[in-house]
């Protein structure tokens, strides 16, 4: 009887203190915090705020239909949390370009916090010395520029040939494209990071394929982020904490079986798993030789840094998933997108192919060197990451110290979430923003458009500033090659006219990335190789 009368009190304790702090926002918390010049979205219920008001699986939806009441910058509440939203080239150029490392952190949340990875991940770091250094280390291996390129262009040679061998064996029968693009897109991926090759139909790139799809939905579906506000729920046996589990598993699994591998000589060490992995075994030498008394230098003789030294086998897993994950999803949804769209713009994929025809040696492929010399496919390129902006939402920001966006005070530890969908369909400022139209990066002469003219500046699909995409220009040249190999080889037709599945973005369904609805197309061998 006793405990039965504690434990009703305690429940009763409990129940008063959640009220009070879920009502802290409307009893004015918000101002005393500094988000006050901010408006904040209505209805904001307690405990809820406008969680039940906001579509959590469409959200780059509902925040954009918000904008003409509540302006470029408004402020929604999730739960406990107080989101700033950035919705228009002014606040979002302010944030990561002028303040640049004021916005540039990550805010802590269960899903990446989840077996500490946010202390090894590059996207889910917040804005630490370690993250810098992973950055640098990262993009030198990824080397995008002089001979680098070139290497980019053998490693994409053997999928993008393996893709259309697929694509030509289906005989002009309708498929659905996603899984041969993906796969391709995944193969070079993998041989990027890992520095070696993996069969397709070997077990370890399944494993990366359920890995992928099983953090496609961990992180793409709406209800996941309940975890991240009620993490207690993982002791419900929430479907969201067993996919998170069962994913790292492979994850483990994977790096169990391929590490032994990379030990070969045949694997080259300056790609990215490789050349971290040397870093580490520099490190645990330093730090032998730290620990007998001796001077704390690296082999090259360097002094070095806390964050160099916290570089581990752990952070160059993490690392290497961040790279497949964000590498992969992202390639190829955007060619998948681009096959839907030409068979809505026939007159976009005649244009292109008549370019490529006129540019490329017949029986020759096309290369990065003929990039300069195909504006229309480049301007294809950017309506496209424009159109679909299917990462609509960047990832979310969290402010690194007391700062102010357009003026208006932003506190320390506030998440921003940066809407490029916004920004890329904003009736303002591009003409007709939900039809297909490359022209918009070309001048009268058909030129592309300089990178200072003011429709490439608001083109922000790969974010900006401290935490831009670290990808960027390996997507860009990837797309360029990939894009126009495929239109070289074939004619894209729809399978049934009459009835083409949509094409405009506000009908794609929300995974890692914006995704179109799964569609067939057919694939008639052209005679130009
Ligand atoms: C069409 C292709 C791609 C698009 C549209 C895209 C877009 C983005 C966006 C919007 C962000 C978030 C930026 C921000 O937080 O403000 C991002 C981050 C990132 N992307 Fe990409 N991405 C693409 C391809 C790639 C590729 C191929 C890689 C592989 C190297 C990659 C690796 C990353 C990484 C590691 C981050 C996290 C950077 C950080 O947090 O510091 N992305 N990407």
């Known amino acids: 009887m006793v405990t039965m009368v504690i434990e009703i009190i305690l ?26 010049s901010i408006p904040r979205v209505a209805p904001c ?6 969680a039940l008001h906001l579509d959590m699986a469409q959200c780059h939806l509902s925040l954009s239909d918000l904008r003409p009441k ?35 952190g990550r805010p802590p949340m269960y899903r990446t916090s ?20 992973l950055r640098k280390c990262v993009l030198k291996s990824l080397r995008m520029y002089g001979a680098g390129l070139g290497k980019l262009e053998e490693r994409c040679a053997p999928d993008m040939d393996t893709m259309c061998r697929t694509i030509a064996g289906m005989g002009g029968k309708p498929f659905n494209p996603r899984t041969v693009i993906y796969d391709s897109v995944c193969s070079v991926m993998l041989s990027l990071t890992l520095g070696m090759k993996l069969d397709y139909d070997s077990p370890s790139f399944k494993t990366i394929q359920k890995m992928n799809a099983l953090f496609n939905d961990i992180f793409g579906s709406g209800t996941a982020r309940r975890l991240d506000f009620i993490p207690l729920l993982k002791y419900f046996r929430n479907d969201c904490y067993c996919r998170m589990q069962e994913a790292l598993q492979l994850r483990d699994e994977f790096w169990e079986e391929q590490l032994e591998k990379l030990k070969d000589s045949k694997v080259d060490p300056e790609c990215v798993v490789p050349s971290l992995l040397e870093e580490v075994n520099n490190n645990s030498t330093s730090v032998n030789t730290a620990s007998n008394g001796v001077a704390k ?44 769209i030409v068979l809505h713009y026939p ?40 159109f679909i902006s299917h990462v609509p939402l960047a990832v979310p920001h969290h402010t690194t110290c007391d700062t102010s966006v357009l003026e208006k005070p932003v506190p320390i530890n506030t998440v921003v979430y ?88 506000r009908s794609y369904e929300m995974g890692l990335v914006l995704h179109p609805k799964p569609f067939r197309l057919r694939a008639l061998p052209r005679n130009a190789v």
Request: net charge negative; aromatic share 10%.
């Open 114 to 133: 989840h077996a500490e990875r946010n202390k090894h991940s590059i996207v889910w770091q917040t804005y630490t010395h370690k993250l810098v250094f």
């Open 418 to 505: 940066i809407n490029l969908w916004s920004l890329h369909h904003d009736e303002a400022e591009w003409t007709e923003p939900w039809t297909f139209r490359p022209s918009r990066f070309l001048d009268d002469q058909g030129k592309l458009v300089s990178p200072s003219h003011k429709n490439r500046r608001m083109l922000l699909p790969f974010g900006a500033g401290r935490r831009v995409c670290l990808g960027e220009i390996l997507a860009k040249n990837r797309l360029f090659l990939f894009a126009s190999a495929l239109l070289q080889r074939f004619r894209f037709e729809p399978e049934d006219p009459e009835n083409m599945p949509e094409v405009d973005p």
């Open 45 to 50: 219920l307690p405990f809820f705020g406008n």
């Open 70 to 104: 509540y302006g470029q910058v408004f402020r929604i509440r999730l739960f406990k949390e107080d989101i700033v939203v950035l919705n228009d080239y002014a606040s979002i150029h302010d944030a990561l370009i002028v303040k640049g490392s004021d916005f540039a």
């Open 297 to 340: 230098a690296r082999s090259t003789g360097k002094q070095k840094d806390d964050s160099q030294e916290d570089v581990s086998v752990t952070t160059v897993k993490e690392v290497f998933t961040n790279l497949i994950l964000a590498g992969t999803d992202t390639t190829a949804t955007a060619l998948t997108c681009l096959l839907l």
């Open 347 to 386: 007159d976009v994929q005649r244009r292109m192919q008549q370019e490529i025809d006129s540019v490329v040696d017949s029986g020759s492929t096309p290369s990065l060197a003929d990039r300069p010399y195909m504006p229309y496919v480049e301007a294809v390129l950017l309506e496209l990451l424009r």
């Open 11 to 36: 429940t009763c304790i409990a129940v008063i203190l959640l009220l009070l702090y879920s009502l802290r926002g409307h009893l004015g918390y918000q101002k005393a915090c500094g988000l006050g």
